[in-house]
């Protein structure tokens, strides 16, 4: 039996959705293009673009400020964006500040709450499987303030060790947990509930980078256990230049604003001023208001999809991917091997051929995957590789799609001798 949405609706096949993405009917020398870079950014639907266009077709106006009829549609909508993105991760919308994307809203975390809170002598636990979006900050924040940074390892089957955690932990200087809920090299996906349940234990709060996980899963923030959690708009599938930091409302209004300037006030004095309330404090200035509008019209084609749906056809993707790759000789995947332990990503390496020939190889068969160190030159370190190649996988993608991947990693191997 098919899988339903929550809405009950049925589940639509990722031809019939491919139908909804304009950029997908694009050919290069007659090859149809298989977009697999969807970790690095995915596509967009006519909805969410349309909804940026009719934006400024009609309702363009600044936000929060006028009174006319213009600005009130701008506001509406706007605003509507937000409440339909929080809707999606299950938090009110009060709670969830708008940012450009998720580097934006851990640096707000690292800025605002970190200054205030991590000391001399405390510690900052990362992993080794991080982005470097969440690996620069606490770097700065442990330097500035003279606190010290610990790594959590990744095991050979690029899974933590949650006992080393607590090791770490029960050094009781610990503030910051601060975790990839989905890998975007590994694809492992994290025990994030355990983690925060552990971290909480010992008097330590949890930020996660969910900035692979909401686009590709059924995300509640709050059942989590996170205390912050960011994630950003382009994956997602909605545009660029906006994403979120959700945090439980209690530090939001206690942390000082990151930015200071116009909309993020209640009242300016000669000398001082007074903040807005929350999520305002955190957004001064004129903020991404199309983009906004975008986000919650990407939320709104997710919602309808159903995230389980979602979920579902990247499992079976990636599922096959991994079974397709297995059989390949001089491949190696990194990262779990069941498809149920990892999110809609393979990295992988050739014998024999550098990732960047083997993504050049594949662009030639119209076959778009991403070749380096994705943003995680710890964790390459710890893989012993200097690169991988990626494939990743949407709503859209299908196993042909991978079978297209496959035939010209063969070509590759065939052209280098590998």
């Known amino acids: 039996m098919e899988a339903v949405t929550a809405q009950a609706a049925p589940r639509r096949s990722a031809e019939d959705i491919r139908a ?24 967009k639907p006519e909805s969410v673009i349309e909804a940026i266009a009719s934006y400024y077709r009609r309702s363009n106006a600044n936000v929060h400020r006028s009174m006319h009829q213009l600005a009130e549609e701008a506001e509406r909508l706007y605003e509507g964006g937000r409440a339909k993105v929080a809707a999606l991760v299950g938090a009110p919308a009060r709670e969830l500040v708008f940012v450009r994307n998720a580097t934006e809203a851990i640096n707000l975390v690292r800025y605002s709450w970190g200054r205030a809170n991590v ?8 992993t080794q499987m991080e982005h470097h979006s969440n690996v620069v900050p606490w770097q700065l924040l442990c330097s500035e303030q003279g606190a010290r940074l610990a790594y959590l390892h990744v095991d050979d089957h690029g899974r933590l060790d949650l006992a080393e955690l607590d090791e770490v932990l029960a050094g009781g200087r610990v503030r910051l947990v601060a975790a990839t809920h989905i890998s975007n090299v590994l694809g492992t996906i994290n025990p994030v509930a355990q983690i925060a349940e552990q971290a909480h234990a010992a008097g330590a709060l949890v930020l996660l ?7 590709q899963m059924p995300v509640d923030v709050t059942a989590t256990g996170a205390d ?9 599938l909605g545009p660029t230049g ?3 930091l959700w945090a439980r409302r209690e530090l939001l209004e206690a942390m000082p604003p990151f930015l200071g300037g116009g909309s993020m006030i209640k009242a300016v004095e000669d000398y001082h001023s007074t903040w807005a309330a929350i999520p305002a404090k955190f957004e001064a200035g004129t903020p991404a208001i199309a983009e906004g509008v975008g986000l919650g019209a990407a939320a709104d084609y997710l919602a309808d999809l159903g995230m389980e749906a979602v979920r579902a056809h990247e499992l079976e ?7 397709r790759l297995s059989g390949l000789a001089g491949v190696t995947i ?3 091997r069941e498809a149920t332990e990892r999110g809609s990503l393979v990295s992988f390496a050739v014998e024999g051929i550098h990732p960047h020939d083997l993504a050049e190889l594949c662009n030639r068969e119209a076959v778009a995957i991403r070749a380096g160190h994705h943003c995680a030159q710890p964790l390459m370190r710890r893989l012993g590789v200097p690169a991988t190649a990626r494939a990743s996988f949407s709503v859209y993608n299908t196993t042909d799609e991978v079978d297209r991947l496959i035939e010209a990693l063969e070509n590759a191997k065939e052209v280098f001798g590998a």
């Not at 969910?210 to 686009?215: D, T």
């Not at 912050?228 to 997602?236: D, E, L, Q, R, V």
């Open 119 to 126: 000391r001399e002598g405390d510690t900052v636990v990362i």
């Open 242 to 244: 906006i994403g979120a």
């Open 228 to 236: 912050f959690y960011a994630f950003t708009g382009h994956k997602m």
């Open 317 to 323: 993707v990636t599922a096959y991917a991994l079974e």
């Open 334 to 336: 990194f990262g779990p």
């Open 209 to 215: 980078d969910g900035a692979q996980a909401v686009p």
């Open 20 to 43: 909804d993405f304009p950029i997908l009917a694009r050919e290069f020398e007659g090859k149809r293009l298989a977009y697999l870079d969807n970790a690095a950014t995915a596509q």
